[in-house]
């Protein structure tokens, strides 16, 4: 927790988008960067209730941006088992940047044995975000490929681009830790412009280190 406060306070982005999000994250006891993160930013998650397990959230900075908050509350999408289990979740926030409105979108899916459940989510989520421009960003718990396209192909994520990283980069493990692999993504609306993304960091075993690789967006 401490190591990912520290460098979300360093780095200061506008928006800030995580999965597996505990309420661990925001108490002093567990991440000793916690006051920073909230003296930075504004926390939306889902589920609102800190103690109803591992959620999403969209962090959103308090001073310094241009980007501004519309809602008092995320709209929450998931986190049944029509999707895959509570913390396969989806934290919607309306913002505003500049002359630009969209959704901030924090999303994690189930996985590839899950596909089903992973597209009814998909399904959901462009139901809640509607005609409205977006950004999503999270762990969707598939690679590039064959599976990734028909998830794309089948639902709202196919109108919407997909950020690419560098060649060879990776974001996380394996469940048993055994091999790195590619499974969080970014997907931007077209009429939000030119966009970029690049993994900052290698994963690493969680006894060496994190188990995620941080993306930066541009």
Request: proline share 6%; net charge neutral; charged share 20%.
């Amino acid at each position: 927790y401490t190591l990912a406060g520290e460098e979300i306070a360093r780095r200061a982005a506008d928006l800030v988008f995580l999965q597996e999000f505990e309420a661990g994250f925001l108490s002093p006891e567990w991440n000793l960067a916690a006051p920073k993160v909230t003296a930075g930013y504004e926390v939306f998650r889902c589920p609102q209730d800190l103690e109803s397990g591992p959620g999403t959230a969209v962090l959103v900075k308090k001073a310094g941006t241009s980007v501004r908050v519309l809602d008092e509350r995320p709209i929450c999408v998931g986190g049944t088992s029509e999707t895959g289990g509570r913390s396969k979740l989806a934290t919607v926030v309306r913002v505003e940047a500049g002359a630009k409105r969209f959704a901030a979108v924090s999303a994690h899916f189930t996985w590839d044995g899950n596909a089903p459940q992973r597209l009814r989510h998909a399904e959901l989520l462009g139901a809640a975000i509607g005609d409205s421009s977006a950004v999503v960003a999270g762990d969707f718990n598939c690679e590039p490929g064959p599976h990734l396209a028909a998830l794309e192909s089948s639902s709202f994520l196919g109108r919407m681009r997909r950020l690419e990283l560098q060649p060879g980069a990776t974001t996380g493990l394996t469940g048993d830790f055994s091999a790195e692999v590619c499974i969080d993504h970014v997907y931007v609306s077209a009429d939000l412009g030119p966009a970029q993304a690049s993994a900052t960091a290698r994963p690493k075993k969680p006894w060496g280190g994190n188990v995620t690789r941080p993306a930066k967006v541009a």
